[in-house]
């Protein structure tokens, strides 16, 4: 058996949505839809969250979230990178029990989950072992050729080929390459390949594609995820589910 770990980061200091972790959504803290899909898993056998404040983290242990260690400040800034928290955590591993073999790095801001979608990514990567990591995405409604940039001098250009002439952007969709977007929804990662590069995710990253999600980065996200789980059936089954 392998070792998997979830690990959650839960940082409090969030400017555009203060204490944004622990907002209510649904009538719950929003990080109890992240710790509770992980708990329902089949295969993960911890819930870890790595946050830097002792609020979060008696939030997050009465949720059934295991908190062994506070983040320190230094890495729990806007601009701390993903990396750096993923350390931390394996070196308190390494200290304290043993390095897990894969970590499932489940964000909060991509509440609206289905553990058997964790399950599915989380298999699907374990017997590829020649990829370096696995990201969840969703394709793009609109081609990401489709898109523009803006040039110094203010005029619009395409992007990757950064072409002035933009007729052939308004071709249809169908004709252009498809493009995704990561969605936070689940990421598996190989504790190996980060000790060995120094790195989250490398060069040869599994694709694992979802239906489309939304995540939370303002209010008004949070005005739509709290309308979309009022007529979303499955998000009423979780919420009846954690009651």
Known sequence: MNNIIALIPARSGSKGVPDKNIKPLGGLPLIQW???????????SKVIVSTDSSHYKKVCQDL???????????????????????KHALDWFQINES????????????????????DAAINKFINQSSYTSLRSVHEMSES??????????????????????????????QLFPKTYIPNGYVDVLKTSFIRDANLLHGNKVMPFITNQVSEIDTNEDF????????VDSFAKEVIFDFE
């Not at 059934?64 to 993923?86: K, M, N, Q, T």
């Not at 390095?99 to 964790?118: G, S």
């Open 34 to 44: 992240s710790i509770e899909a992980c708990k329902k898993s089949k295969i993960i």
């Open 64 to 86: 059934g979230a295991e908190v062994p260690f506070l983040r320190p400040e230094e890495i729990s800034r806007d601009s701390s990178s993903d990396l750096e928290f993923v």
């Open 99 to 118: 390095e897990p073999d894969y970590l499932v790095h489940i964000r909060p801001t991509t509440p609206l989950r289905d553990p058997k979608i964790i």
């Open 144 to 173: 990401a050729y489709k898109n523009f940039e803006i040039t110094d001098d203010e005029t619009l250009v395409t992007v990757f080929e950064r072409k002035s002439d933009l007729d052939l952007s308004n071709s249809g969709r």
């Open 223 to 230: 005005d739509f995820l709290k309308y979309q789980i009022s």
